[in-house]
């Protein structure tokens, strides 16, 4: 039996993407045991997944700690793995794959500074571009199994997994449907656009379509969120009371609710998972070939500043990026909430009831 790993050391929709490695490695080997090594406050979107095995969680913070990153290689390294794959390649996991004494160690290839170290066995280029409707980073991970091994027909759509008692969740029972969820912030400062941009979305909604309003942002930014609601017309349709705080919560309340318009982030990934529309507005600074999955211009749409405004940037090379990180509000402001409506507006009429029909 074969002994893999699975390194995802981010954020949850990076964690929830590489799950098809599972799904696909299972292919090749039926009987094998599949484990993944993840942050701690990840795991909600790899449970009941019947393709993995078990789950090592770690702290972040904790596992950048240099002898606890020690502990961590020296443990894995116990376990006899046959085959690792990292598709992430921090220094972390690089150096876990390094001594783990595996025959496979499958990385994605990344300019570092550091040693030029023989990390991996088998270290895979990342592709020029996408070439599927999936978004090149699920497109990049399949290619790791594949440039490896035979893999016959790849599953490329990530899945969520619900036991019966998830799926009959029942607190939004009594609100007004349809129930449309925005992800009002993103996980970063970096990744969420300005809050007036937001309130004008909102109250766009509200004022045209039926149906009630919920907020998602993470726990720590409630401050945040209230400031938001706290600038909305229209407050009755909007529900605050109902909010989950962690990822399994979240994905069974989601699973219940008609359609997603949020920035680009983990929850557009899970709600992805789970075959329910998404509206997604991505931040400047994030590269949407990578992370567009699925987008049809129908169930799943999106908008990015590149598209609308080609000659405000021209590429996504690591020194544009850091260039953008900077100040990434500077061209946030630059996607107005007019240029969103030209897009978003279809997107809706489609899929919402208006309040003039």
């Not at 590489?18 to 406050?41: C, G, H, L, R």
């Not at 997603?260 to 329910?276: D, P």
Request: hydrophobic share 35%.
């Amino acid at each position: 039996m074969k002994k893999i790993l699975v390194i995802q050391n981010k954020r949850i929709g990076d964690v929830l993407i590489s799950s098809v490695i599972a799904n696909n490695i299972k292919k090749i080997f039926p009987q094998s045991e599949v484990t993944y090594f993840v942050y701690n406050y990840t795991t909600g979107v790899l449970e009941r997944n019947p393709n993995i095995d078990r789950v090592i969680s770690v702290k972040e913070k904790e596992l950048k700690k240099f002898t606890n990153l020690l502990r961590t290689i020296a443990k894995i390294r116990k376990e006899k793995y046959d085959i690792i794959f990292d598709p992430y390649s921090k220094f972390q996991s690089r150096m876990i794959c390094l001594f783990s004494g595996a025959e496979y160690r499958i990385g994605l290839k990344r300019a570092h500074k550091e040693l030029k170290l023989p990390f991996y066995t088998h270290p895979i280029s990342f592709l020029d571009h996408r070439s599927k409707n999936c978004g090149k980073a699920i497109e990049d991970r399949i290619n790791m199994i594949a440039s490896v091994f035979e893999l016959q027909e790849p599953e490329y759509a990530p899945k969520i997994f619900l036991t019966e008692e998830e799926k009959n969740y029942t607190r939004i029972d009594s609100l007004k449907k349809p129930v449309i969820m925005l992800g009002i912030l993103g996980s970063t400062p970096q990744k969420s656009m300005p809050y007036e941009y937001m309130v004008e979305i909102i109250n766009y909604i509200t004022s045209n379509y039926y149906g009630t309003i919920l907020f998602n942002y993470a726990p720590h930014q409630k401050e945040e969120a209230l400031k938001v609601y706290e600038m909305c017309q229209n407050k009755d349709q909007i529900n605050l009371d109902i909010y989950e705080d962690s990822i399994r919560g979240f994905i069974k309340l989601m699973n219940q609710c008609d359609l997603l318009v949020s920035n680009e982030g983990g929850s557009v990934h899970i709600t992805k998972a789970l075959n329910k529309p998404t509206f997604t507005i991505y931040s400047p600074y994030v590269n949407k070939e990578h992370w567009c999955s699925f987008e049809d211009g129908d169930h799943h749409d999106s908008i990015h500043l590149l598209e609308e405004k080609p000659n405000l940037f021209s590429s996504f090379t690591l020194e544009e990026r850091r260039r953008i990180e900077q100040d990434p509000h500077s061209l946030y402001s630059e996607l107005t909430p007019e240029m969103i409506f030209v897009k978003l507006k279809p997107f809706l009429k489609h899929h919402l009831i208006s309040v003039t029909n």
